[in-house]
Each structure stands twice: as structure tokens, then as C-alpha cells.
């Protein structure tokens, strides 16, 4: 801190006698201040001294003056006993006396009643009590404070002791200090947290603090003078004392001797106080002096890059880390003369020592200092410097180096005294320094030379300097506000800035220069002009992009807008330069405007760094192609730049410079890959037409935009790729629309069109294409396809070349949907026989494999009737197919039968009754014992055989069976019961029931019921079976004489028994006679015997080939046509005839399989199914066969 003066008075009387100042002090708002001298007060205007007014109301020395607090009076204490108080607009108001001289004064801070001390007693007063209150005391009262709430009252007592009491005037306290001088002047702490604590001094010349109840804090200090006046000021940081050194001197709140204030003085300093904003201070002497001093608060402090030690308090130092804004506080207890800090170094001086701190550790972040060294020595200096391992130390013209033990190594003599140093850093022990002289010179000095080197020089002198980061360029303020930069190899002037008055290099950025100036603030780079922003106060440093500025004694970090700076790098292309101060910190715009015009101007590597900054992988792209195509020697200028403004959306200006670089394709390119058709037009260039509408279209067509694109490929004739889409869209009306604009010769297209409509369900379309095309058989395919078998028949019939490509699928259809018959024909009609047989055939296996027998049974059937219609429509296939018709015929028999048997043996609860299954098994076992089929099981059949043999009593037919199943291999399942079967059958008889062996009703034979064949074993005839319950059926074949006809035979038998003439009969016997003499066994007869119940013998074994009677035409006329059935077989077949020996029992025969069942039954299938059980013909189903497509 130092004081100015700023004016002064000194108070005589009219006889030039020097005045005593006793007291003085101000008024609240600190324009006026209020003076004992002599017998008057005078009221001073502070802000120039002039004297307003000399109060005249005493009779004698004034001692004291004391305003209150609310600044409505003041009161002035006299050697003539009396108290006046004073209004503000300095009118006396009122007078009170007490018994002796007045010695101090001073208003309660709160109710601002007057406490009045004299040498015997004390009083309270104030505007509300009309009365004075006096108390008495014992000793003189020389001081007195009120506490800061305004409760307590401390007397400073002439017999040095303190008497503390409340507002009453009552004794609350008191310390008695034994031995203690007189004391003079006391006061209570204004500090907020020190309000209890009282600062007494006394005339043993020391200086105390004292708790409220008297506790002495600390310890004495002797401070070398006797007290007369104590002062807080500054919060309470700072105690002011005056008295018998002739000064006024200032200490910490402690005790801690600060300095002095103002000047000294000729004469003991009886008062002093501070102006209420604490910018002046005023010190009254007992000479009459009066002197008003301004107080200037010196800055002490350091700054290395981000870190700023400052002082605070007098004897604080704070050291500040300005981009992180920590804050650490070392209190050094002792006034803080000089601040320097250099890298993890800190150095304080203080009045009589010099300590040195460092950092804990080398993080830069770091704030823990600890103490390293203590120079105790008093230095004076008006610079200081810390390096590594030295301290530096300037005064005046000279500087000199010490090491941290205090010990002197170096000296260096200047010229002119140095005003600023600046340390450029270098290793521990060489650093070097640049000194600003106020000559104007610059020198460089290290700590290992004893040599200083001169740098350049200014006209004026130095104010600051500073070397910029890479120690490239030196910039020096001269006292004219002058900035000057100079190369530091040739000392050269770079350039210069007036109105200046601080300046700093960026640490982080070579080429910049912060430069502050009134009110402004610069930045400068290279020597492009400055960058000019408002500033109050001074730029003391620059980091990246944060600027350091010091206003009002505060340090503020603020950020610098770098972008100016870039810009101007931009603008002259530096773009590297321009890419170093982005990094530094510039916005997410100015980034980007670096990237793109880098990349315009084709600095890849800039606009590259620029676009990673900004994360923009498209651009990266793009450079990376630019740059490939660059490697590759595609250096085309105009097409580079072409393309960056392509990827940018500018196509006007790409393709003008496309063209510029005659590459227009590269246009027409662009153009059209932005489907911006129109532009591309102009850069057609020697191109076809065509090929910009098929790009077009084709981009219609990705676009979905079919139909727009099928109109642009029929413009430019690709009716190929029109009739694509429309077929892939299924546009079967525009298909055909564009199919007839076709030409007939274009065949491709055509049938491209007639293959979608086709694909498209749309045959008659696609038919209309085909005939135009003359092609039959794709109008008959589709025709096919579609299962139009009308269309597709009428024209069969006018083109039968095409015959095999109706009948096959339409077989096939038929077959699929099982009208397996017309299938047959209509693969006969396409003449493809073996194609019949074979899906027959197949559909057989199928129904064998899947157990679906009563099926194979029927198709057997039908095949045994293809056979036949082979036969009649070639004469040649009759030796090879008859023998196929009566195999099929058989097998049909036999699956027909066997699915009963199966049915019964896989659902056991069938409605078969024992006798039915009897004979189906006995029927099936006579059918398969020489020749077995594929698909039938001997076992089943002979297992099921067993069982109904067993039930209807039969037990020597059920022995035989099981003899028979034992050896065969018998399923697991069935292996126990036909064991158990076979164990309890030879408990019983071993007989069957006479009724159940098969009677021949030719021969009248009881046949066994273990047969190998299904004939009569002794005449052979073969049985016949209902087809429904298989039981052996009274019909009995017989044969035609050679020359009769069926024809004839049906119609001799049909012949009505009264046109029978007696004519006849004789030739009816007479033939008999001719004929079937053989047949006769006993000779005396009267009617001819009928020839079908005579009892025969065939022992003779040849007679067994002549089993079946033949008849003549007698015989047939003979016959009862109702006792006949005829088996009207069609060609190549005879007719069959059987006579049915027992003609009360109804036998039916199937008039198109001509299987022979009991009446009833028949009609039962019939109504149940709708059809023969066996061939499934009806006379409605038979209609069906002569399909409407088949009857040509
Ligand atoms: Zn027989
Ligand atoms: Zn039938």
C-alpha cells in the first residue's frame, strides 16, 4: 500500500501558535471531516481541503470529536467540562458539562446515545432523555469504544485499567493490568468474526488483544511508541496506530507491523482516521498538522502461464490456476513485499525473510505449495525474480543471482535502471532473462554468463515485454503506449501498435499477440491488421484460446473468439496456419468453414484434419477418392473442384466446370444420377437421346413410377423392357394393348406378352397372340393349362395333329380327379396305351400299399376291361391280352374279397357275420393257394379262416387250417393265440358239420372244405359266388351246342313255353338221344332227364373235361328263361349261360361285371352306394364314361 497525499493544512492561531489536532473525524458519508483544534471544530470538504467552517462554541481546548453513526449530529468534548452537540448542517444544538475537562467521546452505534468521559466521571446522552446520567469513577478516562451491537462501553483508565459497562453505566468488566502505564487509546475489532476482541495499547509501549471478558489473546507486542490513537480499518483486516512515533503506522489484525502510513511526521500524531470507502486516510499532529493522503493498494503478484500468485490482505498470498479456477491461500503472517512464482517455484519476500515454495508434485494441476527454503535476509528490491534454482533479485541498475540458501553468485550492471524482467525460461541455472530498461534497451540476460547481450532498443522506456512461444519474435511496450515486435534472430522491426499497454504471446500459438490498450483489446497475428474487441484493464497473458486479464486488481480468465484470427488465415489461404489457431479452440462453424475452404482450394490434408474434427465421413469419402485420383495422376484442376461442388449440392457450378474441363459426360452423369433430367440435357453433348430417356426410365421404374416408365421405353422403342414391367406389375390390359401395336414379325416381344397374360390367368388374351402368331399348339396349351378342355377339343378337331397335346393332361386332369375310366380313354384316344396302363397300374400299387384293397380290386378291374377294348379295336392284341383280362379279372376278385377280410381283421367289430367271412376266407384261400398275389396275406387269410371255421363248429377244417398256419411264419402277435388255438382244437371231435362242406350243384358232390381250387373236385365245375356274402351260389354253366349263336340261344331260351311244340319236344328228346347219350345211366327212361341234375360219375378221369353241360337247341328251348342267366360278355367274350337250380332263390347279375348276387343284397349295395359293390357301374355312371369330350 502506499499513500498519496493529497492535501494538507496546518492549524494556527491568530498568534501563528501551532494548534494541537486531538481528534478528528469523519462524517458518515465522508465529505466532511470533523477537527478538534485549539478551541474550535472545523469542518474540512475533504475532497480538496477547503475549511467549510470553524465551529466556535468552546472556551477551551477541544479534545475530541465523535460523529454518530446515523449522521444526523456530532459532539465535540472540551477542556472547559462541556459537551456541544452539533447538527450535520453544523448547528450547535445543545451544551452539557461535566465536573472536569472532557477526555473522550463516542455514539453508540445503534442508539446513537453519547457516551461522554471526563477525568472523575462519565455520562450517557441522548436526544430522547432530557437528563444527563452521570457515573462516577475513580480514575481518569482516557478512551473509550462501544462494542460493535452497542451494548458494552470499554474505559481506557488512566491507571491502566479497562472497565467494561453495559448501557446503564454499570460495571460489567473489568481487567486490571498490574504495573500497566496509563492507557491512551483503545478499540474494539471491526472484524465480523472478531467483534469481541479489544486492541489496547499503552504507554509501556505495547499493544494487546483482549477477549470481552477480559482474556488476553495472545501476547503482548511492543511496537516501540506510545499509542495515542487505534483505528480498524479495511473489515477489520487492519489496525492504524498513531502516537509518539510521529507517524501513523499500520498492522495486521494481529499485531503484525504492516508499514507506514503517509509520511513521517515533525510531531507526535495525536489522531488519525479512515474515509468511509477506505480510499484516504487523514493523521492530525500536535503541530497543527492536518494530512489528507490518498491510499493506493499496490498489486503484488506473479504470473507464469496459467498460474497468478497475488497478495491479499497485506499478508495473504492466493495463488490462482486461471483455466481451472482453483483458488489456494498461503498466509505468510507477515506484510508480502514481493510475489515472483516460475514454474513449480513460488518465492515471497517479506520485510526481513524471503521463503520459497514448491509444488508437491509435477502435475499441472497441482496447488499444494510447501515451504522448501527461508532466506533470512532484508532485501531491497524493486524486482523480483525466481528461477529454478536461484533467486533474482533487481534494484535499480543492478541484478544479481542468489541460490536458495541466500548466497550471492552472480552480479550483473546495467546501464539504466531495469524495469521489467521477463523470464524465457532454459534449463535450472542457465535460464535466461530479458531485462526492459528505462533507457529503452533490451538485454538478455543468463544466469551462467556474467555477459548480458543487447536485443534491440525503443526510443522510451521499457514498460513490459515479452517473447513469444517459440522465442521467434520479442514484443516490447515502450512508455509511449508503443508496441513494437521484432525478429529475435536479426532484431529486425516486424511491426508496431500504438496504444498500448500490455501485451502477451499466446503460450500455445506462436504467431499471436494479445495486445491491451485503452479499453480495448487486440489480437494480432502475423501482420495482418488487429483484431480489435472491447477490454477493460490489461492482458497479462495468453493460453490457447483463453486470455488472462487483469482489471481492478482482479485476475479474469475470459475466452478469446479465435475465429477473426482464422479467418484471416483462411482468407490468405494459410490454411495450415488457419488449422493450428482452430485447434486452439474455435466454434463448430468456423470449423466447418476451415474444412471447405481447405477442400475447395485442394488442400486435402486441411480439409481432411478439419472434416475428422467434425466427424463428417462423407467429405472424408470424397477426399479420400480426390486423393487417390491425385496419386493417379488425375490432376484435372476444374473436374477436382467439379466434383467438391457436386458432393455439395452446387450441380450449376460443377457442371460448368465440368465443361470448362471438356469432360461434360461427368455432368450428364451427375445430373442424371440426381434424376434432374432437364439440366442434363444440355450436356447431351455427341450422346443419344435415348440414352438419357432410359436412364430416365429406368429411374421411373426404381421409383415405382412404372407407368411413366413403361411410356419412356416405348418411346425409345425398348418394348422389351415395357412389356418387363408390366408383366412384373401384372398389367394384363396394358400388355395387350401393346401387344397390338405389334407388329406381327415381332415375334419375341409377342410371345413375351402372351407368356405374362398367360402367367396372369389371362388364356383368351394370350390365345388372341398365339393365333395372331399361327402357333396352334400354344393356343392349345393354354387352352389346356387353363383346363378349357371345350376350346381346347374344338380345336383338336380341326388340327388332330395336335391330338397328344390335349389327351394327355386332360388324362391326367381325369385321373387327378379320379375318373379313372375316362382317363383310360382319353389316353387311348391321345394313343397313348402304355401311358394308360401305366397310371393305372400305379394307381393299383398305390392302393395295395396303402391297404386301401376294394380300390385295387377296382382298378384291377378296369384294367382287365382295357384289356379287353384293346382286343376289339386290334385283332391282333387278342392272344396277348385275353390271358391279362382273365388274370385282372381275377385279381380283381380277389382284392375285392380280401379288403372284407382285411377290414374284419383291423377293426374286429364288423358287421360281417361269421358265415360271410367264412366263405370270403374259403373263397380268397381256393383263389390264392397256387398263385398268390403280391399284396395278400396267406397267413390273414387262413388265420381269419381258423377263427370263423372254429365258431360255425367246424373243428376238423379249423386243425387242418392251423396245421397249414404252423408252417408259415406267424406274425408275434398272433404266435400265442394260434398256439392256444391249436392246443384246445385237439380237445374236439375232429369232424366238421356236414352243412357247411360245399355242395356241387352239378354232380351233387360234398366237396371238403380244405380245397386247392374253386372247382367241384369230382365233376369240376366251378363254383360260383355272390359277390356280396361269397356263398357258393345254385347257378350251373352251360355250354352252346357249336352252331348255335349266342343270338340264337338267347332267343331259343326266351322262347315262351306254349310256343314250345310237341314237334320240338320230340327233337328235344331225340336230341338228347343223339347228344347226351353219354350222360344217360340208366336206358329205360320216359322223359328225358335234365341233363343239369343228373347224378354223373366221374371215376372215369376223361369225363372230368366234359363236366359242363352242353345243350342243343332242344335244351335250350326246354329251358325257363327265368331260371337262365346269361353273362352278356362283349366281343371278343362269348356269352356265359348259367341255369340257376334252385329258382326260388332271386339271383341278380351285375349287368356290367355280370358278378352274380342274391337279389337282395344287390339292391341293398345299390342303395347304399349308388353302384355295383364290385365294378362300380351304375346306369348313371355309365352315362359318365361316355364323356362329352370322348363321343367323337
Ligand atoms: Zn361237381
Ligand atoms: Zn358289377
Redesign the pocket.
Known sequence: MRSVPTWADKIQDAEKQEQCIYDLCFNPNGLQLIVASGNRVLVYDTTDGTLIQALKGHKDTVYCVNYAKNGQKFASGSADKTVIIWSSKLEGLLKYSHSDAIQCLSYNPLSNQLASCAITDFAFWSAEQKSVQKHKINSRINACSWTNDGQYLALALGNGAISIRNKLGEEKGRFERPNSPSIWAISWSIAPDEQDTLCVTDWNKSLSFYTLGGKLIGKDRNIGFDALKVKYFSKGEFIMICGSNKACNMYTKDGIKLGTIGDQQSSWVWCCAVHPDENFMVVGCQDGTIAYYQLVFNTVHGLYKERYAFRENMTDVIIQHLITEQKVRIKCRDLIKKIAIYKHRLAVQLPERVIIYELYSNDSNDMHYRVKEKITQKLDCSLLVICGEHLVVCQERTLQSMTFQGVQEREWLLESPIRYIKIIGGPPKQEGLILGLKNGQVWEVHLDNPFPILKVRVPSSVRCLDLSQRKQKLAVVDETGLCQVFSTKDGELQYQEPNTNSIAWNTQYEDMLALSGPNVLSIKIENFPAHKQKLTGFVVGLSGSKVFCLSENTMTTLDLPLSGPMYQYIENKMFAEAHRVACLGVTEGDWEELAHSALENLNFEIARLAFVKLQDYGYLELIRDLQDRQRKGDNNHDVMIGDILAYKGKFKEAARLYQKAGQEHKALTMYTDMRMFDQAQDYLGSNDNTTLIRQKADWAKNINEFKAAVDMYLSIGDTKAAIDILGEQGSADQLVEVGRKLDKAERGPLIEIAEHLKRLDKSNAAAEIYKRLGDSAAVLSLHVNAMEWAQAFSIVQTQPQHKELVYVPYAHWLAENDKFVQAQRAFHKAGRLDEAFHVLQQLTRNAVDECRYHDAGYYYWVLGQQCLELTRENDEMLPKMLPKYRENERLAGIFYAYHSLHRYLEEPFTSFMPEALFNISRFLMTEITENRPKGISLFNVLYCLSKQAKKLGANKFTKQILDKLQSLKIPAKFQEEVELATISARARSYSDPEDLLPM?Y??S?YNPLLATSNR?V??G?KFVHSYVSFEILPLVEFHLEDSITDIEAVRLIETPPGDKDHNMKDEWRQEINENAETLQLDADYEEPKDPFTTRMSFDDESNKEIATATLNRAGLLALDSSAVLICKHPPPLRYQFYRNLLPDLQIRLCDYCFKAFHVDDFELQLLQKGHCPFCRSSSETQNIIDDEYLTF
Open positions: 356241387c352239378r354232380c358232390t367241384c369230382n365233376c365245375q
